[in-house]
């Protein structure tokens, strides 16, 4: 089945503590993307990439890192630096930059 | 500043009736439109998108209306089916600049009556 798969759906992570959230998709997608949910809010970006070694900031970048080796994987460290890191993330990906992007299940991340 | 607002957080409908969701925008560089569908704990799943060139794309029971001089679309459910409970979000993209960002609304909570 093609798809966006991310993993873990639930993480709890210490104060302090860097976590990283991976996620894969073989839609032969070229761009992916990361963002992130509030209660009441819009997705908001945080970062994105549109092709193999190559990412962009998004809107709330500060305090999350991304690498982009492969097309089919786009993983997320959360830092320590992130102030407010209790959230659901979500990836998703585009056959190309600006297109309809299609998004995985998400993954639950709360700081205990 | 929120480019694009969904005004209503919530709606509440009868089952066999019309849903109307609404979405208005700021930016009038966007010229491509989406709606998504998102259930609690999952991710959004795309419904139905619009090009800027048209004022209307339909597909099944959902279609999408563009007005472009009011810089507002509207998603319209007919008939209204208790499994269209979901919160549903607005997107645009001014994807004519080469913008690679997708602007999401707050959402609207649909609820359907059974």
């Known amino acids: 089945d093609g798809g966006i798969t991310q993993s873990p759906k639930y993480l709890f992570r210490k104060e302090g503590q860097n976590v990283t959230l991976s996620c894969e998709q073989n839609?032969?997608?070229?761009?992916m993307y990361w963002y992130r949910q509030d209660p009441g809010q819009g997705l908001r970006l945080i970062y994105y990439?549109?092709?193999?070694?190559?990412?962009q900031k998004g809107d709330i970048a500060e305090g999350y890192s991304v690498s982009r080796e492969k097309k089919e994987s786009f993983p997320l460290t959360v830092t320590s630096a992130q102030k407010n890191p209790t959230a659901f993330y979500l990836c998703?990906?585009?056959?190309?930059?600006?297109?309809?992007?299609?998004f995985g299940e998400g993954s639950w991340l709360t700081v205990v | 500043d929120q480019q694009v607002k969904q005004n209503s957080p919530s709606l509440s409908v009868q089952e066999g009736r019309i849903s109307i969701l609404n979405c208005d925008y700021t930016n009038s560089m966007f010229d491509y439109f989406l709606w998504y569908k998102k259930y609690p704990a999952e991710g959004p799943t795309f419904l139905i998108s619009?090009?800027?060139?048209?004022d209307k794309n339909e597909d099944g029971r959902f279609t999408v209306f563009l007005n472009k001089s009011a810089k507002h679309l509207s998603l319209h459910i007919v008939p209204s089916q208790p499994g269209d409970s979901a919160v549903y979000f607005c997107?645009?993209?001014?994807?004519?600049?080469?913008?690679?960002?997708?602007?999401f609304g707050t959402g609207t909570r649909l609820t359907v009556i059974p």
């Open positions: 990439s549109q092709i193999v070694n190559d990412f």
């Open positions: 839609l032969n997608h070229d761009a």
């Open positions: 997107a645009a993209s001014a994807r004519s600049t080469g913008a690679n960002n997708l602007f």
């Open positions: 998703a990906s585009s056959i190309y930059s600006g297109n309809t992007i299609y």
């Open positions: 619009i090009s800027s060139i048209k």
